[in-house]
């Protein structure tokens, strides 16, 4: 019999732009501001939407939200 292996997705969990607002504890249009300048993590684009993945908003937050330039995430 062949096992299942256990596959760790949480790395591939998208947030739209509310539950991003809400994790960050801030407004949406703050974080529109804030993606516009390069200043957080980049969106992925699927169609017309935008969606962070989780795993890279995470490593920001904890990384102070430092600038695009300066926590050497995704670029756009």
């Known amino acids: 019999m062949s096992q299942a292996k256990e596959v760790d ?3 591939l969990q998208l947030l739209d732009i509310t539950q991003l607002a809400e994790l960050c504890g801030c ?3 703050t974080l529109r501001r804030l993606a ?4 957080m993590p980049a969106p992925v ?3 017309v939407l935008s969606r962070w993945r989780k795993n890279d908003v995470e490593k920001w937050i904890t990384g102070g939200c430092p600038i695009h ?4 995430g995704r670029a756009k």
């Open 9 to 11: 997705l949480s790395c």
């Open 45 to 47: 684009k699927i169609g």
């Open 27 to 29: 407004s949406c249009s």
């Open 36 to 39: 516009d300048r390069g200043a």
């Open 69 to 72: 330039q300066q926590w050497g």
